[in-house]
């Protein structure tokens, strides 16, 4: 027990950047324990140097793999004891025109975006459904509320990762596991967010602080989300307070989504 709370054991993949990292110390500094689960060998060699050790467990894996899956899913609840909460925050993202977009950048962005969280919750949702107080958090994008232009397969993938949220949560109910699902719109500090921002940089030509301040501009509480804005919702959806929360989406975009400019108000 730490402060009362029993610690909860957690999987997060694309856990060695970005959402999937600040979420981890989020977790383990109130005493969780938790695996981090990446493609990217280097990089999680470099995010377990900035985490503390004690209840961290790293490894590598493919969340478009099946066996790649299970194997980081047993490793996981053997090394905790246990799984209480899968967060599927590994993804990509790939920007380019429609006539430019090969069938391996479809294939591959809705493997790792869509499958991925499919693949992930499947192997897990045993043991989940065998703590009793399951939980499965997918990451969704202001591109799982409307489409955008350059990114058709990452849209899909996110329009997609609701479906499966709301699927989920109907069949995983029975076993107390919620599925929820945190969509935020685009946060520029993150392996995903400075890509995305370099490739306004190159098709724009504007440097880099007059879209962020566009961007910051177009948000009604006026300005860029921070990663910590996105790992609060996660945190939100793990806590006891969210017991009774399933299927839910919630949009982390300072009120984009849910509001339209209206000319001269
Ligand atoms: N940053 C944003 O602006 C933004 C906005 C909305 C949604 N999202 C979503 O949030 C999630 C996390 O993104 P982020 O911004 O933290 O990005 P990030 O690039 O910092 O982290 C993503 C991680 O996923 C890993 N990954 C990629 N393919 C993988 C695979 N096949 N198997 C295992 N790991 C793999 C990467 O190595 C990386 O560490 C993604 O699903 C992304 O689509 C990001």
Request: with cysteine; net charge negative; charged share 20%.
């Amino acid at each position: 027990m730490t402060g009362g709370r029993t610690p909860r054991r957690a999987l997060i993949t694309g856990g060695a950047n970005g959402f999937g990292l600040a979420t981890a110390a989020a977790l383990l500094a109130r005493g969780d324990r938790v695996t981090i689960a990446d493609i990217d060998r280097r990089q999680l060699d470099a995010a377990r140097g900035t985490l503390p050790d004690a209840g961290l467990h790293a490894m590598e894996v493919d969340v478009t793999r099946p066996s790649s899956v299970r194997q980081a899913v047993q490793a996981s609840a053997a090394a905790h004891g246990g799984l209480d909460c899968l967060v599927n925050c590994a993804g990509v993202i790939h920007l380019a025109p429609l006539a430019e977009i090969a069938e391996e950048d479809w294939d591959r962005t809705i493997d790792v975006d869509l499958k991925g969280a499919f693949l992930c919750s499947q192997a897990a949702a045993p043991h989940l459904t065998e703590s009793g107080r399951g939980r499965i958090v997918n990451i969704g994008s202001d591109a799982s509320r409307v489409g955008f232009p350059m990114i058709p397969h990452y849209c899909a993938a996110k329009h997609g990762v609701i479906g499966l949220t709301r699927a989920l949560a109907g069949e995983l109910a029975p076993g107390r596991v919620t599925v929820n699902c945190v969509c935020p719109v685009g946060v520029p500090t993150t392996s995903m967010g400075r890509q995305v921002l370099r490739w306004k940089v190159e098709t724009t030509g504007a440097p880099p602080e007059e879209i962020r301040a566009a961007t910051a501009a177009a948000i009604p509480l006026g300005r860029n989300p921070a990663e910590t804005d996105v790992v609060a919702a996660i945190l939100f959806f793990l806590s006891d307070q969210a017991a009774f929360l399933t299927g839910s989406a919630l949009d982390v975009d300072g009120g984009m989504m849910s509001t339209i400019p209206v000319p001269g108000t």
